[in-house]
């Protein structure tokens, strides 16, 4: 029986590289919807291990946090404004 890479790691240490399924599900959004955000520039894009696709985590959940609330502009962040954003408007897949 061959063991999933998710069974592999203990609970303890959650994967830092995941697919792009998982990335869009990290964010609760389906992967078409993830990759408009990646294209518009609000989601980060993959890393290339071998061929393979694989999101960082950490640059998901920073990407997502960054976002504006609704009812909030984008220019009332602290940080600099994302141009374009890909959740406005746009269909759930």
């Known amino acids: 029986m061959k063991l999933q890479r998710m069974e ?3 609970s303890s240490l959650p994967p ?3 697919s792009r399924e998982q990335a869009a599900a990290l964010i609760g959004i389906g992967p ?3 990759d408009r955000c990646v294209a518009a520039g609000t989601m980060p894009g993959p890393r290339v291990i ?3 696709l694989v999101y ?3 640059e998901v959940i920073r990407a997502f ?3 504006p609330h609704k009812g909030q502009a984008a220019g009332d962040l602290d ?3 994302v141009a374009g954003n890909a959740f406005d408007d746009a269909e759930e897949d």
């Open 8 to 10: 592999i790691l203990p």
């Open 56 to 58: 960082d985590v950490e």
């Open 16 to 18: 830092i590289g995941i």
């Open 50 to 52: 071998g061929g393979r």
């Open 65 to 67: 946090r960054s976002l």
């Open 32 to 34: 078409t919807l993830y």
């Open 79 to 81: 940080d600099e404004p």
